[in-house]
Protein backbone atom coordinates (compact mmCIF):
# COMPACT_ATOMS: atom_id res chain seq x y z
CA UNK A 1 0.00 0.00 0.00
CA UNK A 2 1.16 3.48 -1.08
CA UNK A 3 1.03 5.64 2.03
CA UNK A 4 -2.49 7.67 1.90
CA UNK A 5 -0.04 11.16 2.28
CA UNK A 6 1.65 10.25 -0.72
CA UNK A 7 -1.00 8.80 -3.22
CA UNK A 8 -4.21 11.14 -2.30
CA UNK A 9 -2.13 14.00 -3.05
CA UNK A 10 -0.25 12.39 -6.44
CA UNK A 11 -3.89 11.46 -7.23
CA UNK A 12 -5.66 14.81 -6.78
CA UNK A 13 -2.83 16.00 -9.02
CA UNK A 14 -3.62 13.91 -11.99
CA UNK A 15 -7.39 14.50 -12.06
CA UNK A 16 -6.62 18.62 -11.12
CA UNK A 17 -3.27 19.82 -11.82
CA UNK A 18 -4.45 23.35 -12.20
CA UNK A 19 -6.49 23.26 -8.91
CA UNK A 20 -5.01 25.41 -6.35
CA UNK A 21 -4.23 23.11 -3.46
CA UNK A 22 -2.78 25.52 -0.96
CA UNK A 23 -3.27 29.31 -0.20
CA UNK A 24 -0.63 30.69 1.88
CA UNK A 25 -0.72 34.52 1.98
CA UNK A 26 -0.09 35.54 -0.94
CA UNK A 27 1.31 32.75 -2.37
CA UNK A 28 -0.43 29.26 -3.69
CA UNK A 29 0.59 25.84 -4.89
CA UNK A 30 -1.22 24.02 -7.87
CA UNK A 31 -1.86 20.31 -7.29
CA UNK A 32 0.74 19.67 -9.99
CA UNK A 33 3.83 22.35 -8.04
CA UNK A 34 2.25 20.77 -4.87
CA UNK A 35 3.50 17.49 -6.05
CA UNK A 36 6.42 18.23 -7.99
CA UNK A 37 8.13 20.42 -4.55
CA UNK A 38 7.00 16.86 -2.61
CA UNK A 39 8.64 14.75 -4.73
CA UNK A 40 11.73 16.52 -4.49
CA UNK A 41 11.83 16.68 -0.65
CA UNK A 42 11.46 12.68 -0.81
CA UNK A 43 14.62 12.12 -3.26
CA UNK A 44 16.03 14.66 -0.98
CA UNK A 45 15.24 12.68 1.79
CA UNK A 46 16.11 9.41 0.24
CA UNK A 47 19.68 10.96 -1.39
CA UNK A 48 20.51 11.37 2.61
CA UNK A 49 19.65 8.08 3.10
CA UNK A 50 16.07 7.84 4.80
CA UNK A 51 15.00 4.14 4.47
CA UNK A 52 10.98 3.30 5.01
CA UNK A 53 9.76 3.47 8.03
CA UNK A 54 12.29 5.30 9.43
CA UNK A 55 11.03 8.54 11.50
CA UNK A 56 11.44 11.94 9.96
CA UNK A 57 10.36 15.11 12.76
CA UNK A 58 9.74 18.26 11.57
CA UNK A 59 8.93 21.44 13.45
CA UNK A 60 5.34 22.44 12.80
CA UNK A 61 4.20 25.70 11.04
CA UNK A 62 1.42 26.43 9.72
CA UNK A 63 2.53 26.85 5.66
CA UNK A 64 2.63 25.70 2.27
CA UNK A 65 6.78 23.85 3.06
CA UNK A 66 4.50 22.13 5.84
CA UNK A 67 2.41 20.46 3.71
CA UNK A 68 4.83 20.06 1.20
CA UNK A 69 7.32 18.18 3.92
CA UNK A 70 4.26 15.59 5.02
CA UNK A 71 3.49 14.70 1.54
CA UNK A 72 7.51 14.32 0.84
CA UNK A 73 7.82 12.41 3.92
CA UNK A 74 5.58 10.00 3.06
CA UNK A 75 6.36 9.70 -0.49
CA UNK A 76 10.02 9.29 0.72
CA UNK A 77 8.39 6.03 2.87
CA UNK A 78 9.18 7.86 6.00
CA UNK A 79 7.06 8.10 9.43
CA UNK A 80 5.91 11.68 9.92
CA UNK A 81 6.38 12.60 13.40
CA UNK A 82 5.37 16.52 13.55
CA UNK A 83 6.37 18.63 16.70
CA UNK A 84 4.07 21.70 17.51
CA UNK A 85 6.21 24.88 16.75
CA UNK A 86 4.90 26.43 20.31
CA UNK A 87 6.24 23.62 22.57
CA UNK A 88 9.25 23.94 24.12
CA UNK A 89 13.14 22.92 23.58
CA UNK A 90 12.70 20.46 26.03
CA UNK A 91 9.60 18.79 24.42
CA UNK A 92 11.34 19.01 20.95
CA UNK A 93 13.75 16.74 22.39
CA UNK A 94 12.03 14.66 24.06
CA UNK A 95 10.29 13.95 20.85
CA UNK A 96 13.48 13.66 19.12
CA UNK A 97 15.45 11.32 21.06
CA UNK A 98 11.83 9.04 21.61
CA UNK A 99 11.31 8.05 18.08
CA UNK A 100 15.12 8.07 17.21
CA UNK A 101 14.46 10.25 14.14
CA UNK A 102 17.56 10.98 12.63
CA UNK A 103 16.19 14.22 10.73
CA UNK A 104 14.37 17.25 11.37
CA UNK A 105 12.71 19.20 9.15
CA UNK A 106 12.16 22.93 10.12
CA UNK A 107 10.12 25.59 8.28
CA UNK A 108 11.27 28.87 9.20
CA UNK A 109 15.16 30.25 10.07
CA UNK A 110 13.61 31.53 13.48
CA UNK A 111 13.97 27.04 14.37
CA UNK A 112 17.11 26.90 13.39
CA UNK A 113 18.77 27.66 16.57
CA UNK A 114 16.37 25.31 18.07
CA UNK A 115 17.00 22.41 16.05
CA UNK A 116 20.67 22.69 16.35
CA UNK A 117 20.16 22.61 19.57
CA UNK A 118 18.47 19.37 20.33
CA UNK A 119 20.59 17.40 16.70
CA UNK A 120 23.06 15.67 18.25
CA UNK A 121 25.11 13.60 16.05
CA UNK A 122 24.05 11.77 13.78
CA UNK A 123 20.58 14.02 13.53
CA UNK A 124 20.87 16.35 10.67
CA UNK A 125 18.30 19.50 10.29
CA UNK A 126 17.11 20.28 6.92
CA UNK A 127 15.13 23.20 5.71
CA UNK A 128 13.70 25.69 2.82
CA UNK A 129 16.98 27.64 2.99
CA UNK A 130 20.25 28.07 3.23
CA UNK A 131 22.43 28.66 6.87
CA UNK A 132 24.92 27.35 8.71
CA UNK A 133 24.34 24.11 9.98
CA UNK A 134 21.25 23.30 8.16
CA UNK A 135 20.98 21.29 4.85
CA UNK A 136 18.57 22.93 2.21
CA UNK A 137 16.44 20.66 0.68
CA UNK A 138 16.01 22.26 -2.24
CA UNK A 139 19.55 21.82 -3.04
CA UNK A 140 19.45 17.96 -2.88
CA UNK A 141 17.80 16.91 -5.54
CA UNK A 142 19.84 17.26 -8.76
CA UNK A 143 18.66 14.28 -10.52
CA UNK A 144 15.73 16.11 -12.84
CA UNK A 145 13.80 13.02 -12.35
CA UNK A 146 10.00 13.67 -12.79
CA UNK A 147 8.70 10.10 -11.47
CA UNK A 148 7.42 10.19 -7.43
CA UNK A 149 8.89 7.56 -5.66
CA UNK A 150 7.09 4.80 -5.17
CA UNK A 151 7.28 2.74 -2.05
CA UNK A 152 4.77 0.15 -1.49
CA UNK A 153 4.63 -1.42 2.17
CA UNK A 154 1.66 -3.07 3.92
CA UNK A 155 -1.30 -1.58 5.30
CA UNK A 156 -0.26 -2.02 9.12
CA UNK A 157 2.87 0.18 8.86
CA UNK A 158 2.98 3.18 10.11
CA UNK A 159 2.02 6.35 8.84
CA UNK A 160 2.67 9.07 11.64
CA UNK A 161 3.34 9.29 15.39
CA UNK A 162 1.09 11.73 17.25
CA UNK A 163 1.64 13.00 20.67
CA UNK A 164 -0.39 13.83 22.68
CA UNK A 165 -0.51 17.55 23.46
CA UNK A 166 0.09 17.77 26.88
CA UNK A 167 -3.37 18.15 28.62
CA UNK A 168 -2.53 15.52 31.28
CA UNK A 169 1.08 15.15 31.76
CA UNK A 170 3.83 13.80 29.86
CA UNK A 171 3.42 13.96 26.05
CA UNK A 172 2.70 9.80 24.63
CA UNK A 173 3.35 8.87 21.13
CA UNK A 174 -0.23 7.93 19.51
CA UNK A 175 0.89 6.03 16.12
CA UNK A 176 -1.49 5.51 12.93
CA UNK A 177 -1.13 3.28 10.17
CA UNK A 178 -1.50 3.67 6.45
CA UNK A 179 -4.93 2.30 6.53
CA UNK A 180 -5.83 3.70 9.41
CA UNK A 181 -5.66 7.20 8.01
CA UNK A 182 -6.97 6.77 4.81
CA UNK A 183 -9.93 5.29 6.43
CA UNK A 184 -10.13 8.75 8.16
CA UNK A 185 -9.22 10.29 4.86
CA UNK A 186 -12.23 9.35 3.23
CA UNK A 187 -15.11 9.13 5.93
CA UNK A 188 -14.44 13.11 6.44
CA UNK A 189 -14.54 14.13 2.64
CA UNK A 190 -17.52 11.60 2.44
CA UNK A 191 -19.38 12.57 5.64
CA UNK A 192 -18.77 16.50 4.51
CA UNK A 193 -19.48 15.98 1.07
CA UNK A 194 -16.31 17.58 0.05
CA UNK A 195 -15.54 18.98 -3.76
CA UNK A 196 -13.29 20.69 -6.01
CA UNK A 197 -14.90 23.40 -5.23
CA UNK A 198 -14.38 23.35 -1.37
CA UNK A 199 -12.02 26.28 0.47
CA UNK A 200 -10.94 25.05 3.66
CA UNK A 201 -9.27 26.82 6.64
CA UNK A 202 -6.48 25.99 8.09
CA UNK A 203 -5.63 28.54 11.26
CA UNK A 204 -5.26 25.79 13.57
CA UNK A 205 -2.34 23.75 13.88
CA UNK A 206 -2.37 21.40 10.68
CA UNK A 207 -0.56 18.55 12.62
CA UNK A 208 -3.46 18.02 14.94
CA UNK A 209 -7.24 19.06 14.14
CA UNK A 210 -7.18 21.25 11.45
CA UNK A 211 -4.95 18.25 9.39
CA UNK A 212 -8.24 16.70 8.88
CA UNK A 213 -8.69 19.74 6.66
CA UNK A 214 -5.94 19.31 5.15
CA UNK A 215 -6.13 15.56 4.32
CA UNK A 216 -9.52 15.74 3.13
CA UNK A 217 -9.06 17.97 0.71
CA UNK A 218 -6.78 15.90 -1.12
CA UNK A 219 -9.17 13.34 -1.41
CA UNK A 220 -11.55 15.98 -3.00
CA UNK A 221 -9.23 18.25 -4.75
CA UNK A 222 -10.31 21.27 -2.71
CA UNK A 223 -8.52 24.23 -1.57
CA UNK A 224 -6.61 24.49 1.81
CA UNK A 225 -6.82 28.65 3.21
CA UNK A 226 -3.60 28.26 5.19
CA UNK A 227 -3.34 30.65 8.59
CA UNK A 228 -0.15 30.56 10.18
CA UNK A 229 -2.18 31.60 13.69
CA UNK A 230 -6.05 31.26 14.75
CA UNK A 231 -6.29 34.99 14.47
CA UNK A 232 -10.21 36.06 14.79
CA UNK A 233 -9.65 39.23 12.15
CA UNK A 234 -7.79 37.21 10.29
CA UNK A 235 -9.76 33.85 10.00
CA UNK A 236 -12.54 36.58 9.50
CA UNK A 237 -11.46 38.47 6.65
CA UNK A 238 -9.64 34.91 5.19
CA UNK A 239 -13.52 33.29 5.05
CA UNK A 240 -14.93 36.79 2.95
CA UNK A 241 -11.59 36.87 0.70
CA UNK A 242 -11.80 33.42 -0.20
CA UNK A 243 -15.27 32.13 -0.11
CA UNK A 244 -14.16 29.79 2.37
CA UNK A 245 -16.69 26.65 2.74
CA UNK A 246 -15.86 25.14 5.27
CA UNK A 247 -13.94 25.58 9.09
CA UNK A 248 -13.00 23.84 12.52
CA UNK A 249 -13.31 25.03 15.39
CA UNK A 250 -12.78 24.76 19.16
CA UNK A 251 -15.72 26.19 20.82
CA UNK A 252 -13.42 28.65 22.28
CA UNK A 253 -12.22 29.91 19.55
CA UNK A 254 -15.72 30.03 17.99
CA UNK A 255 -16.93 32.50 20.45
CA UNK A 256 -14.38 34.72 20.00
CA UNK A 257 -15.00 34.69 16.54
CA UNK A 258 -18.81 35.53 17.40
CA UNK A 259 -17.27 38.37 19.96
CA UNK A 260 -14.98 39.83 17.44
CA UNK A 261 -16.55 43.62 16.62
CA UNK A 262 -16.25 42.33 12.75
CA UNK A 263 -18.30 39.44 13.22
CA UNK A 264 -21.58 41.31 12.06
CA UNK A 265 -19.58 43.18 8.83
CA UNK A 266 -18.18 40.56 7.33
CA UNK A 267 -19.70 38.57 4.82
CA UNK A 268 -19.59 34.95 6.09
CA UNK A 269 -22.02 33.54 3.60
CA UNK A 270 -19.90 31.12 2.02
CA UNK A 271 -19.50 29.02 4.99
CA UNK A 272 -21.32 25.64 4.39
CA UNK A 273 -19.69 24.00 7.17
CA UNK A 274 -18.87 24.28 10.23
CA UNK A 275 -17.51 21.59 12.76
CA UNK A 276 -16.79 22.35 16.31
CA UNK A 277 -15.59 19.79 18.71
CA UNK A 278 -12.65 18.83 21.03
CA UNK A 279 -14.21 20.17 23.86
CA UNK A 280 -17.98 20.36 25.17
CA UNK A 281 -19.83 23.80 23.85
CA UNK A 282 -22.15 25.59 26.12
CA UNK A 283 -25.86 25.77 24.68
CA UNK A 284 -25.82 28.97 24.59
CA UNK A 285 -22.30 29.39 22.42
CA UNK A 286 -24.36 26.92 19.58
CA UNK A 287 -27.40 28.88 19.76
CA UNK A 288 -25.38 32.19 19.12
CA UNK A 289 -23.98 30.54 16.53
CA UNK A 290 -26.64 28.57 14.90
CA UNK A 291 -28.36 32.60 14.64
CA UNK A 292 -25.08 33.86 13.38
CA UNK A 293 -23.75 31.21 11.07
CA UNK A 294 -27.35 29.47 10.19
CA UNK A 295 -28.20 25.69 9.93
CA UNK A 296 -23.99 24.58 8.91
CA UNK A 297 -23.54 23.27 12.41
CA UNK A 298 -21.55 20.34 12.93
CA UNK A 299 -20.05 18.54 15.92
CA UNK A 300 -18.91 14.56 17.13
CA UNK A 301 -16.34 13.02 19.00
CA UNK A 302 -12.67 12.27 18.04
CA UNK A 303 -9.24 12.51 20.10
CA UNK A 304 -5.52 12.02 18.69
CA UNK A 305 -5.95 7.96 19.66
CA UNK A 306 -8.97 7.78 17.44
CA UNK A 307 -8.00 10.01 14.55
CA UNK A 308 -11.37 9.57 12.60
CA UNK A 309 -15.34 10.70 13.53
CA UNK A 310 -16.42 8.41 15.87
CA UNK A 311 -19.84 10.54 16.91
CA UNK A 312 -21.32 12.84 14.72
CA UNK A 313 -24.38 15.44 14.92
CA UNK A 314 -25.51 17.29 11.80
CA UNK A 315 -26.89 20.18 10.69
CA UNK A 316 -30.51 18.89 10.69
CA UNK A 317 -29.94 17.16 14.14
CA UNK A 318 -28.80 20.81 15.39
CA UNK A 319 -32.70 22.17 13.96
CA UNK A 320 -34.64 19.06 15.37
CA UNK A 321 -32.41 19.44 18.85
CA UNK A 322 -33.56 23.68 18.89
CA UNK A 323 -37.17 23.33 18.57
CA UNK A 324 -37.75 19.91 20.73
CA UNK A 325 -34.43 18.90 23.13
CA UNK A 326 -32.45 22.01 23.54
CA UNK A 327 -30.71 19.92 26.33
CA UNK A 328 -29.74 18.23 22.96
CA UNK A 329 -27.43 20.92 22.11
CA UNK A 330 -24.59 19.75 24.20
CA UNK A 331 -24.44 15.99 22.78
CA UNK A 332 -21.66 15.13 20.49
CA UNK A 333 -23.91 13.43 18.60
CA UNK A 334 -24.59 9.22 17.45
CA UNK A 335 -22.64 6.27 16.45
CA UNK A 336 -21.00 7.16 13.68
CA UNK A 337 -21.10 4.45 10.30
CA UNK A 338 -18.10 2.62 10.80
CA UNK A 339 -17.53 2.90 14.34
CA UNK A 340 -18.67 1.32 17.66
CA UNK A 341 -18.83 3.83 20.69
CA UNK A 342 -19.74 2.25 24.15
CA UNK A 343 -19.62 3.63 27.53
CA UNK A 344 -18.01 0.99 30.22
CA UNK A 345 -17.00 0.91 33.96
CA UNK A 346 -13.89 0.34 34.87
CA UNK A 347 -14.23 -3.67 34.40
CA UNK A 348 -15.18 -3.27 31.08
CA UNK A 349 -18.75 -3.44 31.39
CA UNK A 350 -21.77 -1.51 29.12
CA UNK A 351 -23.38 0.31 31.83
CA UNK A 352 -27.22 1.52 31.59
CA UNK A 353 -28.17 4.72 29.62
CA UNK A 354 -27.84 7.57 31.51
CA UNK A 355 -25.08 5.99 33.28
CA UNK A 356 -21.14 8.17 33.06
CA UNK A 357 -18.47 5.31 32.06
CA UNK A 358 -15.16 6.12 29.82
CA UNK A 359 -15.41 5.94 26.39
CA UNK A 360 -14.63 3.11 24.57
CA UNK A 361 -14.01 2.99 20.70
CA UNK A 362 -13.47 0.25 18.14
CA UNK A 363 -13.07 1.91 14.41
CA UNK A 364 -10.84 1.27 11.74
CA UNK A 365 -8.94 4.80 12.54
CA UNK A 366 -7.88 3.78 16.57
CA UNK A 367 -4.33 3.89 16.75
CA UNK A 368 -2.87 0.21 16.89
CA UNK A 369 -0.49 1.41 19.79
CA UNK A 370 1.37 4.08 21.53
CA UNK A 371 4.97 4.50 20.92
CA UNK A 372 7.34 2.46 22.70
CA UNK A 373 4.28 2.53 25.79
CA UNK A 374 3.66 -1.60 25.99
CA UNK A 375 2.17 -0.37 29.66
CA UNK A 376 -0.38 2.08 27.62
CA UNK A 377 -1.00 -0.87 25.19
CA UNK A 378 -1.76 -3.51 28.07
CA UNK A 379 -4.11 -0.71 29.69
CA UNK A 380 -5.88 1.51 27.03
CA UNK A 381 -5.99 -1.45 23.97
CA UNK A 382 -8.14 -4.62 24.53
CA UNK A 383 -9.41 -6.53 22.40
CA UNK A 384 -9.60 -3.94 19.46
CA UNK A 385 -11.23 -1.60 21.45
CA UNK A 386 -9.60 1.82 22.46
CA UNK A 387 -10.39 2.98 26.34
CA UNK A 388 -10.40 7.11 25.58
CA UNK A 389 -9.75 8.12 28.75
CA UNK A 390 -12.60 10.25 28.52
CA UNK A 391 -16.05 10.08 30.87
CA UNK A 392 -19.11 9.95 29.21
CA UNK A 393 -23.14 8.84 28.79
CA UNK A 394 -25.13 7.82 26.18
CA UNK A 395 -28.80 8.34 26.77
CA UNK A 396 -31.49 5.74 25.45
CA UNK A 397 -32.38 7.69 22.07
CA UNK A 398 -28.56 6.91 21.11
CA UNK A 399 -26.88 10.24 21.49
CA UNK A 400 -23.35 10.83 23.40
CA UNK A 401 -22.75 13.14 25.91
CA UNK A 402 -19.15 14.42 27.41
CA UNK A 403 -18.57 14.84 31.14
CA UNK A 404 -14.69 15.06 31.26
CA UNK A 405 -10.96 13.50 31.13
CA UNK A 406 -11.33 10.98 33.60
CA UNK A 407 -8.24 12.43 35.42
CA UNK A 408 -10.33 16.00 35.79
CA UNK A 409 -13.14 14.55 37.37
CA UNK A 410 -12.81 16.18 40.65
CA UNK A 411 -14.75 14.07 44.05
CA UNK A 412 -15.64 16.40 46.34
CA UNK A 413 -17.37 14.74 49.78
CA UNK A 414 -17.96 11.46 47.83
CA UNK A 415 -19.63 13.45 45.00
CA UNK A 416 -18.88 12.88 41.46
CA UNK A 417 -18.21 16.41 39.84
CA UNK A 418 -17.44 16.94 35.83
CA UNK A 419 -15.44 20.14 35.33
CA UNK A 420 -17.53 20.45 32.25
CA UNK A 421 -20.83 20.31 33.45
CA UNK A 422 -19.69 23.12 36.05
CA UNK A 423 -17.65 25.13 33.40
CA UNK A 424 -21.16 24.78 30.48
CA UNK A 425 -23.11 26.35 33.67
CA UNK A 426 -21.00 29.70 34.23
CA UNK A 427 -20.51 30.15 30.09
CA UNK A 428 -24.34 30.74 30.33
CA UNK A 429 -23.81 33.85 32.18
CA UNK A 430 -23.49 36.60 29.25
CA UNK A 431 -20.20 38.28 30.68
CA UNK A 432 -18.67 34.45 30.66
CA UNK A 433 -15.86 34.47 27.47
CA UNK A 434 -13.88 31.49 28.68
CA UNK A 435 -14.35 28.97 31.76
CA UNK A 436 -11.90 26.69 33.70
CA UNK A 437 -12.80 24.23 36.59
CA UNK A 438 -10.26 22.10 38.66
CA UNK A 439 -10.00 21.30 41.66
CA UNK A 440 -8.03 22.39 45.17
CA UNK A 441 -7.18 20.58 47.93
CA UNK A 442 -10.19 20.98 51.00
CA UNK A 443 -9.76 19.30 54.53
CA UNK A 444 -13.30 18.71 54.86
CA UNK A 445 -14.20 17.52 51.35
CA UNK A 446 -11.18 16.28 50.30
CA UNK A 447 -11.32 18.32 47.05
CA UNK A 448 -12.59 21.74 46.16
CA UNK A 449 -14.02 22.88 42.82
CA UNK A 450 -12.98 26.19 41.55
CA UNK A 451 -13.02 28.24 38.27
CA UNK A 452 -11.23 30.63 36.44
CA UNK A 453 -12.76 32.91 34.36
CA UNK A 454 -11.91 35.29 31.36
CA UNK A 455 -14.71 37.90 30.49
CA UNK A 456 -15.57 39.47 27.59
CA UNK A 457 -14.63 42.59 26.09
CA UNK A 458 -16.97 45.40 27.82
CA UNK A 459 -18.39 43.16 30.12
CA UNK A 460 -18.06 43.58 34.04
CA UNK A 461 -18.80 41.26 36.69
CA UNK A 462 -17.55 40.22 40.30
CA UNK A 463 -16.74 36.91 41.77
CA UNK A 464 -19.34 37.26 44.30
CA UNK A 465 -21.58 37.89 41.52
CA UNK A 466 -20.47 34.73 39.22
CA UNK A 467 -20.96 32.55 42.56
CA UNK A 468 -24.39 34.01 42.78
CA UNK A 469 -25.13 32.83 39.20
CA UNK A 470 -23.64 29.40 39.84
CA UNK A 471 -26.03 28.57 42.51
CA UNK A 472 -29.26 29.33 40.17
CA UNK A 473 -27.79 26.87 37.40
CA UNK A 474 -26.09 23.93 39.81
CA UNK A 475 -26.45 21.67 42.66
CA UNK A 476 -25.54 22.96 46.02
CA UNK A 477 -22.04 20.51 45.62
CA UNK A 478 -21.47 21.47 42.16
CA UNK A 479 -21.01 24.96 43.33
CA UNK A 480 -17.29 26.32 42.97
CA UNK A 481 -16.18 27.19 46.38
CA UNK A 482 -14.36 30.54 44.90
CA UNK A 483 -13.85 32.19 41.38
CA UNK A 484 -11.34 33.79 39.95
CA UNK A 485 -11.47 36.81 37.04
CA UNK A 486 -8.52 36.47 34.83
CA UNK A 487 -6.82 37.73 32.06
CA UNK A 488 -6.33 34.34 30.17
CA UNK A 489 -6.55 30.88 30.66
CA UNK A 490 -3.63 28.20 29.50
CA UNK A 491 -4.06 26.91 26.87
CA UNK A 492 -3.09 24.02 24.03
CA UNK A 493 -1.75 24.93 21.10
CA UNK A 494 -4.88 23.96 19.50
CA UNK A 495 -7.25 26.00 22.15
CA UNK A 496 -8.41 23.22 24.88
CA UNK A 497 -8.00 24.85 27.95
CA UNK A 498 -5.67 23.15 30.29
CA UNK A 499 -7.35 22.45 33.29
CA UNK A 500 -3.94 20.51 34.29
CA UNK A 501 -1.80 23.68 34.75
CA UNK A 502 -4.73 25.49 36.78
CA UNK A 503 -4.72 23.21 39.66
CA UNK A 504 -0.70 22.21 39.73
CA UNK A 505 0.03 25.61 41.91
CA UNK A 506 -2.90 24.03 44.80
CA UNK A 507 -1.57 20.08 44.53
CA UNK A 508 2.31 20.63 44.75
CA UNK A 509 3.81 18.63 47.68
CA UNK A 510 -0.08 16.70 47.86
CA UNK A 511 -1.48 13.89 47.00
CA UNK A 512 -4.14 13.76 44.84
CA UNK A 513 -6.82 10.97 45.31
CA UNK A 514 -7.65 10.63 48.90
CA UNK A 515 -11.40 12.10 49.48
CA UNK A 516 -14.05 12.37 51.58
CA UNK A 517 -15.82 14.33 54.67
CA UNK A 518 -14.19 14.15 57.71
Known amino acids: MIHPYSHYPARAGRHWPEQVALIDGDRSRTYAELNTNADIIARGLIKLGLEPTERVTLIQRNCIEYVESVIGIARAGGVLVPMLGALTEAEHAFMLNDTEARFIIVMAPDDDARALAIAEDPVEVLSFHSAEGVIDLSELDESGDEDSPLIDLPPSSLAHILYSSGTTGRPKGITHSYSGVSAAMNFWAEIFDLQPDDNLLGQLA ?72 ASPAAPSLVKRARQKLG ?3 NTGFGQTEAYGLNTYMGPEEHELALSEAEARLTSVG ?36 FWRRPDLDETRLQDGWLRTGDLGRMEADGYFYLADRKEDMIITGGFNVYPAEVENALMEHEAVAECGVFSVPDKKWGEAINASLVLRPGYETSPEELLAFSKTQLAKFKVPKEIHVVEELPKTPVGKILRRVLREPFWRDQFRGIHGAE
Not at 334 to 363: F, N, S, W
Request: charged content about 25%; some cysteine.
Open 206 to 277: LSHFCGRAMDSCWIAGGTLVILPEADPEAILGAIEEHKVTMMLAVPTLLRILLDHPDADTRDLSSLRTVVYA
Open 334 to 369: RECTHAQVRIRDDEGRDVEPGEVGEICICAPWTTPG
Open 295 to 297: SIL
